[in-house]
């Protein structure tokens, strides 16, 4: 495995793409997994103080996931419990209006099965926002239907929407999300983690 997380962190395969957006930055892959993880968070890519810290979910972001996951950092940080793969392990930058890209199909294409291969079958998957949820589930819903659907993926997978500040107006249309999925999440969550 440390082979694995090192060819990753390695990576610099979208490097031209990375240097032609407007953030013009350089690749910095976060690979956060290691075997006997018994959760596997799979989001987006990492944002801007991710990218700069090289520590996933170490922002607003992650402050409302780990919310919701019910978890405290030291418990979301260990890598022998939680294992974070994204779709794209580089942050993809912000185009000419400040908003995020998506993450480039060719991160996941290269190294979504080998992840998979080397964590094996976990026992609990959360797949945050569309991206993860195409790949992992081949939605062809929006989000919100996805994530409404997380019965039929449950108790093994849970949709989630991007844990955003963005999103805070989708989590007051849907309060389904937080009274009925949260509480399944969360006891799912201290099932696995016991």
Known sequence: MPDLTDEISACRLCAGRFAATHTGHAPRPVAWFRPGARIRVIGQAPGMRVHETGLPFNDRSGDRLRDWMGLDRGTFYDRDRI??????????????RGSDLPPPKLCAETWAMRVDDALGEMPLTLLVGGHAQKWHLGAKTGVTDTVAGWRAHAPRLFPLPHPSWRNTGWLKK???FEAKLLPALRTRITEVLA
């Open 174 to 176: 849907n309060p389904w």
């Open 83 to 96: 294992a974070v793969t994204p779709m794209g392990f580089c942050f993809p930058g912000y185009d000419a």
